[in-house]
């Protein structure tokens, strides 16, 4: 790249074509646009390409290759460790592929590369429809899918890459192919747990399961009672229905809504566990966090808290 001119005035000139924007470190809105949700990684890409569709990530692909630039792809740029983005590179930036095309009849859903699973979770939960799709639902669809992708749903419809059927992507030569079971195996292979860096995906298409209402909510427990609480529920979960999900984490409580005020800043064990029903629930129930986009519910069944009592209590007595 000549030191007179940046990567976004090359790239203007090269892509007379580009449909979407291409934003450099000269454009206003530059900040605002390499800004991803950890707020900790603050990197500085040469340019940041917001593709309109898969010609656009073609045309970047070969641009960055043109130029020995590094290459990152942000989906919903959710990213813990910043992946989405690099320093003096090229952003792919897939947000404004937000096409979602729900067949109910099929119980399929094709969706752009660069939506979040808020977003398609709304669009099929008006079918009463939902594929595995992680627990924080402002995580973009790429990111989880091409992961693993665990969620609520998991015990019950397995991973997320379990439910993909296909996936368009735009390849280092800048071709662009579909890989599914039929086309292209072994790359479909590759990008359901194979690694990385096979391509970009510019569309999915995912399997759809009758899902109703979600009934769920965490608990808190004292960092002191995590031996305990896991012991139960090692004892607990392998009997109990696929619908019943759970999962763990230790963490700092924030100082904010919906917490109580009396653990806030407080270092707690978090067990979370959700149930799918596929029926959507008519009677009085209370709002809980959820990161799918089905309806929620909070509730317990007397006869599993039972059971998960009776088994914390024994667990404390061993």
């Known amino acids: 790249m000549s030191s007179t001119i940046t990567a976004a005035q090359a790239a203007r000139q090269e892509m007379p074509d580009f449909r979407g924007r291409l934003i450099g470190p000269e454009d206003g809105d530059y900040e605002q646009a390499r800004s991803v949700y950890n707020a900790m990684i603050d990197r500085r890409p040469a340019l940041i390409a917001q593709c309109a569709d898969a010609q656009d990530v073609a045309r970047t692909v070969a641009f960055a290759r043109a130029h020995a630039l590094p290459l990152a792809i942000r989906g919903g740029g959710h990213n813990g460790a910043g992946l989405g ?5 090229v952003v792919i930036d ?7 095309q729900v067949d109910p009849g099929a119980r399929t859903v094709r969706v752009g590369g660069g ?30 899918t091409l992961g693993g992708g665990l969620g609520h749903l998991t015990r ?22 579909r890989a599914s079971a039929d086309e292209h195996p072994d790359l479909f292979w590759a990008i359901r747990g194979g690694g990385g860096n096979f391509g970009v995906v510019t569309s999915f298409l995912f399997r759809l399961h009758e899902v109703g209402t979600i009934f769920g909510g965490p608990t808190f427990w004292a960092v002191e009672d995590a031996t305990a609480v896991l012991s139960a529920y090692r004892e607990f979960l392998p009997a109990a229905p696929r619908e019943l999900n759970g999962f763990f984490a230790f963490h700092t409580v924030p100082p904010a809504p919906p917490f109580p005020e009396e653990i806030h800043l407080r270092t707690v064990f978090n067990r979370c566990r959700t149930r799918c029903s596929r029926q959507r629930s008519t009677g009085s129930t209370r709002p809980a966090m959820s990161g799918t986009g089905a309806r929620t519910s909070s509730t317990r069944s007397p006869t599993r808290r039972s059971r998960f009592t009776r088994a914390l209590a024994h667990s404390r007595r061993a």
């Open 156 to 177: 019950r419809f397995g991973l997320t890459i379990d439910n993909l059927l296909e996936a368009e992507l735009v390849l280092a030569s800048g071709e662009t192919v």
């Open 85 to 89: 983005t690099c320093d003096d590179g």
């Open 115 to 144: 939506c979040t699973w808020a977003e398609v979770d709304s669009a099929t939960g008006e079918h009463g429809l939902a594929t595995p799709s992680g627990i924080i639902s402002s995580t973009g669809v790429g990111g989880l």
């Open 94 to 100: 897939l947000a404004l592929l937000k096409d979602i």
